[in-house]
Every structure is written in structure tokens, then in C-alpha cells.
């Protein structure tokens, strides 16, 4: 252990979450047009694989039950990456995503990713109006009444939800096989069974109203609220680490940075993309595995 501490006496080791970080990292990259680490993506391929349950979905936590939105994103990953859909582990996903739901059971942050990338309609994911910003604080709902980790995930979604850019996915890879109805015919989700029927009236009737209204919204206002949201995502960069120093918030900055056409060398823009690449781990030579942190844990590890 003392071997292992860091020059200013603190200790910070790996920290291995479930697939969906490694999956999103990987659909990043292919959101963005990057040019492919082909190495680098057969390795989180083998992870990803490495780590699916015998029924073929993928877990939220090691020997947890298959959760559809964690598969949906293996899934989708895998098949980015150039694993055969005829293969047997991606035959076995499909199965059990289909009998999980299919991917129109996905939660709200995969509803997003699929949004993004054209696969599912917007009118499918809740609506989260990016004048938000501009709500005072004796509003009901305010920023400022939620945890810092939820701000920093929560305001660049909500110009991505505003603007609502297209994944440049130089593929062209979709995963319509994975839902039980076309997937441009998908709607907003039904109530949960842990769902209070009260509660979820409430929510739906809220973004039914929000869905009138927000064509509405001036202009000026809008672009008020996109100024001050960009201005919270900067003023919280955190250096290297990241929005938030956690991968669903820096990877909502990079592709906030994106669909504003922030360019991709602005110093912000750049490190923001950059400190995601730190979170990755790689393990063995040639035939090893990759996969990517959620976060750096030197507080927890100390």
C-alpha cells in the first residue's frame, strides 16, 4: 500500500462501474465522428462481453439481474464496434432485450442517447425545456434544489433536449432490431409498477403542457437560457477531471460543446473531450480489455 500512495499521500485505484459508461464511451465517439481506435474498441468489445449474464442482457451491478437500458447500450455498442448481429452472444442480447420490453422500455438517459441518434423520436423523451435555467429561485423546481452531480448531468441535457443535434454515426449503424414496434413509431413510457399512479399523472400532465408551450418560448429567451446554461457547464469544468469530475455529466459537456459548434480545439471544448480519455483503463497486450471509470475515486480509495 505505501508503495502505491501518491506523492501528496493520497491512494486512488480503479474503479469499475457497469457496462453503460464503456458502452456510452464507445457511442461517443461514433455521436461525434471521430476516427475509431479500432484496438481500443475491440477491447471494450471483449469487455463488454466478458461481462454479459447468461441470458444475454448486461447488468447495473456484478451478478445483478439483466436491466434493459444497460443491455440496450451494450447492444448497441457491440454492434458499433462491428460484432456480428448473427453472433451468438448478439443473438442472445436481442432475445433478451425483446423479452425485457425491447428498447422502448429503456429509461429517460437511454431514451436520450437513442433520441440523439435517431432512433427513437424526441416525442418519446420527456421534455426538459432549457428555460430552466431562467426559473427564480422561489420557483417549485430549482437548480438549486437538487445535488450538485444531478445539476452538472442535468443542464447540459437540457440544451441537448432543446436543440436536439443527430449523432454523425459515419456507420450508419441502428439497432431497430431491437424493439418490439418500429422504433419511430415509440411513445413516451407508461407508468412504472413502483410509479405512484398520482405522481406520474402529475409528470405526464406536466410535459403535455410543457410540449404546447414550448413552441411558444421567444427566441431571445431561449437563447438566454442556452448563454447561461454553456456559462454554468465552463465555470464547472474542473481543469482536467471534468464536469463534475463524473462520466454521464462530461459526457453531456462534450456533446453540449458540440451541438452549440463550440469548435472541437476551443480550449474548454478540448478539455473537456480530453478529460474523458483519462477515465479510460486498459489491462494486458494484445487480446486484452478496456473499459472506462465513471469517475476517479482518490477521496474513497484515501
Known sequence: MIARQRADGHWVFELEADTTIPSEYVLLVHYLGEPADAALEARIGRYLLRRQNADGGWPLFHGGASDTSASVKAYFALKMIGEPVDAPAMRRARERIL???????????????????????????????????????????????????????????????????????????????????????????????????????????????????????????????????????????????????????????????????????????????????RLLVEHGDEGGEAYCQPCFSPVWDT
Not at 99 to 117: D, M
Request: proline share 9%; glycine share 6%.
Open 99 to 277: 423479452a425485457l420490453g425491447g428498447a422502448e422500455a429503456s429509461n429517460v438517459f437511454t431514451r436520450t442517447l437513442l433520441a440523439l441518434y435517431g432512433v427513437m423520436p424526441w416525442r418519446a423523451v420527456p421534455l426538459m425545456p432549457v428555460e430552466i435555467m431562467l426559473l427564480p429561485l422561489w420557483f417549485p423546481f430549482h437548480l438549486s434544489k437538487i445535488s450538485y452531480w444531478a445539476r452538472t448531468v442535468i443542464v447540459p441535457l437540457l440544451v441537448l433536449n432543446t436543440l436536439r443535434p443527430c449523432a454523425r454515426n459515419p456507420r450508419r449503424v441502428g439497432i431497430d432490431e431491437l424493439f418490439r414496434r418500429p422504433g419511430q413509431a415509440a411513445r413516451m413510457p407508461g407508468r412504472a409498477p413502483h410509479q405512484s399512479r398520482f405522481w406520474y399523472a402529475v409528470f405526464r400532465g406536466v410535459d403535455v403542457a410543457l410540449r404546447v408551450l414550448e413552441p411558444l418560448s421567444p427566441r431571445p429567451m431561449r437563447q438566454r437560457a442556452i448563454a447561461r446554461a454553456e456559462q454554468f457547464v465552463r465555470e464547472r469544468l474542473n481543469g482536467d477531471d471534468g464536469l463534475g469530475a463524473i462520466f454521464p455529466a462530461m459526457v453531456n459537456a462534450v456533446m453540449m460543446f458540440d451541438a452549440l459548434g463550440v469548435p472541437r480545439d476551443e480550449p474548454a471544448a478540448a478539455q473537456a473531450r480530453a478529460a474523458l480519455d
